[in-house]
């Protein structure tokens, strides 16, 4: 996400091509620590006016959001709607969630090792 041009085309090209019910967000957390600033940067992402109309490609919208943060794994990961409806707005990741729109507090670290030496390092030391 540091080159927005890079990633409005990346991003742009998969939803235009594979379309968005077919895109899922997917990390290498396990070995880079946590996601948390890249996840952050995509809930804000969007292609600009300019590449949408000049490569055809599509907006991202909260519903394409929530697509790609989770509701395509549905697919391969069925849960019945039911089970969703009765445990989603009792989740604890949801009542964070609620929690912190009321009182932002936005914080952009990533955790753990960032590069492979750090992770050998990590690694080394039993972690």
Same mark, same amino acid.
């Given at each position: 996400?540091r080159?927005h041009d890079a990633a409005?085309h990346g991003l742009?090209? !998969?939803?235009? +091509?594979? @379309?968005e019910d077919n895109v /899922?967000?997917?990390?290498d957390s396990?070995?880079?620590?946590?996601?948390?600033?890249?996840?952050?940067?995509f809930r804000?992402?969007q292609?600009?006016?300019?590449f949408?109309?000049?490569?055809?490609y599509p907006k991202?919208?909260?519903?394409?959001?929530?697509?790609?943060?989770g509701?395509?794994? !549905?697919k391969? +990961?069925? @849960?019945p709607e039911?089970v /969703?409806?009765?445990?989603?707005?009792?989740?604890?990741?949801t009542?964070?969630?609620r929690?912190?729109?009321?009182?932002?507090d936005p914080a952009f670290?990533?955790y753990g090792?960032?590069?492979?030496?750090?992770?050998?390092?990590?690694?080394a030391w039993g972690?």
């Amino acid at each position: 996400m540091r080159d927005h041009d890079a990633a409005a085309h990346g991003l742009g090209k !998969l939803l235009k +091509y594979v @379309v968005e019910d077919n895109v /899922l967000w997917g990390t290498d957390s396990i070995w880079y620590g946590s996601p948390q600033d890249q996840i952050q940067a995509f809930r804000t992402f969007q292609i600009s006016d300019a590449f949408a109309e000049k490569f055809g490609y599509p907006k991202i919208t909260p519903s394409v959001r929530a697509k790609v943060f989770g509701r395509n794994a !549905l697919k391969i +990961y069925p @849960v019945p709607e039911a089970v /969703l409806k009765q445990h989603l707005p009792k989740d604890r990741v949801t009542q964070e969630r609620r929690e912190y729109r009321e009182q932002p507090d936005p914080a952009f670290v990533t955790y753990g090792p960032k590069t492979r030496r750090e992770f050998l390092n990590l690694k080394a030391w039993g972690g």
